[in-house]
Structures are given as structure tokens and as C-alpha cells.
């Protein structure tokens, strides 16, 4: 299960920090990605980590923006969203897909959802 929080209203230029618990599974056999999806549009995916190879990716529309980090202590993955832009205003999810699958970024290979969490910038 993952669930996704800390969405909310903010003005541009704020900050947000979300936050993806996971449980009921081993958090180490699965690797957790950052997604958004607009009104209208398809799920983007805005971070990646592989856990097998260390890999990393992050959409080049929050690239110096959007900072992800994982403690593994609580089985919890983050995204520090700085500088937030009316264009960010999306519903965020966390995905999961096990680690021995691999692949790429993408929203159509993960196998495992959040319910989301609403971002909303205002101008």
C-alpha cells in the first residue's frame, strides 16, 4: 500500500514537501516514483531511482525544482517541491514496481498506485 500526502494550496514562488508511505511490502524490493497528472493530460513522471543500478531521472519540468530523497528507516519516500508554478497544479502520485522488473520511467510501467495528493498553485 502507499499512500501519498501533503499536498495543498500554495502561491508561486512556495514550497511543499509530499510524502509517500509504504507498507506491506519490502520497501528494498520495490522501486518508488514520483508522478503528477494535470486535468485532462496523462501521467507524467517526474522521478525515478533504480535501486539496482543507483540510476536516477527527474523530468527536465521540475530538474533544480524538485528534490527527492527516501529514508528507509520509515519506509517513506519525499519530494521537496520548491518554486512551485501555476503549471504544477496536478494531482501527485507515488508509484511502485519491483525492482527486478527494472525499466523506464514511466507512468505505464509501474504496477502499484497511491491514491494522490492534490497540489494546487495559485498566481
Known amino acids: 500500500q502507499l499512500q501519498a500526502s501533503g499536498g495543498g494550496l500554495v502561491q508561486t514562488g512556495g514550497s511543499l514537501r509530499l510524502s509517500c508511505a509504504a507498507s506491506?511490502?519490502?520497501?528494498?524490493?520495490?522501486?518508488i516514483g514520483w508522478f503528477r497528472q494535470a486535468p485532462g493530460k496523462g501521467r507524467e513522471a517526474l522521478y525515478c531511482?533504480?535501486?539496482?543500478?543507483?540510476?536516477?531521472y527527474y523530468a527536465s519540468s521540475v530538474m533544480d525544482r524538485f528534490t527527492a530523497s527516501e529514508d528507509n528507516a520509515k519506509n517513506t519516500v519525499y519530494l521537496q517541491m520548491n518554486n512551485l508554478r501555476p503549471e504544477d497544479t496536478a494531482i501527485y502520485y507515488c508509484?511502485?514496481?519491483?525492482?527486478?522488473?527494472?525499466?523506464?520511467?514511466?507512468?505505464?510501467?509501474?504496477?502499484?498506485w497511491g491514491q494522490g495528493t492534490q497540489v494546487t498553485v495559485s498566481s
Open positions: 508509484g511502485a514496481v519491483p525492482v527486478w522488473l527494472g525499466g523506464p520511467c514511466r507512468a505505464d510501467y509501474y504496477k502499484y
Open positions: 506491506g511490502f519490502t520497501f528494498d524490493d520495490y522501486e
Open positions: 531511482r533504480g535501486k539496482s543500478d543507483g540510476s536516477t
